[in-house]
């Protein structure tokens, strides 16, 4: 028996294991394509944000999305622009939905394709809105997002998008 | 070599399952949306380590069965045609990547995939690397190792995870295998043109691609246009491209024929050899293509035609899809096809004298190379993406093919040196099944 006829099976069992593998977690982890809006998140608008001392002082809602949607990585002006992600979430999820129309899985197929073609860098993503927070404030021409219930002063407000 | 264990298959899947678990190690909530990068601190986020550069990847581990023991699926000029089946080789796939920001204008990526090439290897190859150049908002330049973007999906021909299906439509995207572009382009765009924002690519270059058996094709001055219009759901393609090229097939089939074609009963044996096999070849392709997706309803289509002078044939080609979003599953159909609008060769054997059965022979022996490099064929496909996880898919194609006449399709005969005449009775007009399982990540 040659090795090829060894390994065929070998491969095709750890490819099944591997799915099976993956699709036994499933039921267990949270739907990730919907990520439903919940009352907490409607009640509350979110903001585009970015650094009180940063030369970024304004940001059309077309900026916006073109941003969001890798179309563009700096501004009208001229500004290289740093887009800071939230984590998966509602925030995030509805921000998106607002200013570009995607939902969270078109959403990470479309920076999937930008990213891996080679058309743009990634957005850098904080783990949490605390961290997104200190980013934005320590780095100018950073841009990001957060519930418009977040009132800091070291952040300005570029656009409300919602609420 | 096709029997050959393959460590760096075995390292592929490796990869994979790690990445796959570590993903899954992650909870929902605290894990990376599909973009790693080293996790700055609080206190300094943008140190050169964090801001500078960014790490990240994708891949998919696939598999497609066969229901026929004939005859294994292959992606022509991608692909080895191996034995195995169901064939991990076909779909299989591992990217990294790194986004390195050289100031506020410049920029380098660095991409390295391993996939099964044409010569059973899984050898990891540079996919991109090249240094981009930001002059204005609105006018990119790049320069070195790019993607081939000749048709409306090839530059994200590996990324599977940001296409619905576990692979582009082989009838499309088999039809002009280059993958790599060692050249320049220029990205320009324009926003709010009527409501979309347009961009337009320019690109120059040349490109390799390796060929089973041991061949070897090469673009140069490849020179082509996109442009692409987007205006919310909707995005419109068209692109025009012309290349000078070469085609040498060194594989057993063209030896052994060469050696037919070459004998001196034979009147044009040298002229049929010099249209099957060359350098001096010129070429145009042109493309136009839809896509919709409005988070529920997914629409695409495409078409393609390929012009050239010799070595490869004439060919147009189309794909519709169209797939509905249930949340997380995404269930699909696709038409494809692929017809050829003339052989590589249209000449005939003439003998210096009649011998009965001898140019009939000889005859088929020219049809099965050509059939051999022949993509025609129609498949009608049923898939069902499944978003389960994060950045990451699972896949399940149905899909059943009616290879066309004269051609082999995008299928391999499981026994290629069976006589030619035997070849085109069992590969034309054959209708075969197969079944696909992929799952697709990226981190």
């Not at chain 2, 099964?116 to 006018?139: C, H, I, M, Q, W």
């Not at chain 2, 061949?215 to 025009?240: D, E, M, P, Q």
Request: aromatic content about 10%.
């Amino acid at each position: 028996m040659s090795r090829s006829r060894l390994i065929s099976p070998l491969r095709t069992v750890v490819a099944c294991a591997f799915t099976a593998l993956l699709l036994g977690t499933a039921p267990f982890v949270r739907s990730v394509a919907a990520e439903p809006d919940k009352a907490t998140a409607a009640a509350s608008g979110v903001q585009l944000v970015t650094s009180a001392k940063g030369a970024v002082n304004v940001l059309s809602r077309e900026e916006a999305t073109q941003l969001l949607l890798g179309h563009r990585n700096r501004l009208n002006d001229g500004t290289p622009v740093t887009l800071i992600d939230l984590p998966s979430g509602q925030i995030r999820a509805r921000l998106y939905q607002i200013l570009t129309g995607k939902n969270p899985v078109q959403v990470r197929a479309n920076w999937s394709r930008l990213v891996f073609s080679g058309r743009v860098r990634p957005p850098l993503e904080a783990s949490n809105e605390n961290e997104a927070l200190e980013w934005l404030i320590n780095t100018p021409n950073a841009i990001g997002y957060l519930p418009s219930a977040v009132n800091d002063k070291r952040i300005k407000v570029l656009l409300l998008v919602d609420g | 070599m096709k029997n050959r264990i393959r460590l760096s298959e075995i390292f592929a899947i490796g990869a994979l399952l790690a990445i796959s678990g570590a993903l899954r190690a992650q909870t929902p909530e605290s894990g990376d949306p599909g973009h790693e990068q080293t996790a700055p601190t609080s206190s300094s986020p943008f140190n050169f380590d964090t801001k500078n550069i960014q790490f990240s990847g994708f891949g998919t581990l696939g598999m497609i069965y066969t229901h026929d023991k004939e005859v294994r699926y292959i992606r022509p000029s991608t692909n080895h045609p191996g034995h195995e089946n169901p064939d991990l080789g076909p779909d299989t796939v591992l990217g990294v990547q790194a986004n390195v920001t050289l100031g506020s204008h410049a920029a380098l990526v660095l991409q390295a995939i391993s996939r099964e090439s044409t010569l059973g290897s899984y050898k990891p190859r540079a996919s991109l690397a090249f240094l981009s150049y930001a002059f204005t908002p609105n006018v990119t330049v790049r320069a070195g190792r790019l993607r081939t973007p000749f048709f409306m999906l090839s530059e994200s021909i590996d990324i599977n995870y940001a296409n619905p299906w576990i692979r582009p439509p082989s009838e499309i995207y088999s039809m002009f295998p280059f993958s790599e572009l060692n050249g320049v382009d220029l990205l320009l765009t324009f926003g709010g043109i009527g409501g979309f924002d347009v961009e337009l690519h320019p690109y120059y270059g040349t490109s390799d691609l390796p060929i089973y058996q041991d061949g070897k094709g090469h673009l140069k001055n490849v020179r082509g246009l996109n442009i692409t219009a987007t205006s919310g759901h909707l995005t419109l393609f068209a692109g025009y491209g012309q290349t000078d090229f070469s085609l040498k097939w060194r594989g057993q089939d063209l030896q052994t024929l060469s050696q037919y074609l070459r004998q001196p009963i034979v009147l044009n044996g040298n002229d049929i050899l010099r249209d099957l096999s060359g350098s001096d070849g010129k070429g145009s392709f042109g493309v136009a293509g839809i896509q919709w997706d409005d988070g529920k309803w997914l629409f695409i289509g495409e078409y393609n035609r390929l012009r050239a002078n010799r070595y490869a044939h004439r060919a147009h080609a189309w794909e519709l899809t169209a797939g509905r979003r249930f949340g997380e599953f995404m269930p699909y159909v696709t038409l494809a096809s692929h017809t050829e609008d003339r052989p590589i060769t249209t000449k005939r054997v003439a003998l210096a004298m009649a011998i009965p059965g001898v140019a009939e022979q000889l005859n088929e022996a020219v049809d099965a190379f050509l059939a051999s490099r022949n993509l025609s064929q129609s498949s009608a496909t049923l898939g069902l993406r499944w978003d389960f996880y994060k950045n990451t898919a699972f896949k399940l194609e149905f899909a059943h093919t009616r290879i066309h006449n004269r051609s082999w399709g995008s299928f391999f005969p499981e026994n290629p040196n069976d006589p030619p005449a035997t070849l085109n009775q069992r590969m034309w007009k054959r209708s075969i099944n197969t079944l696909g399982v992929s799952v697709d990540v990226t981190f």
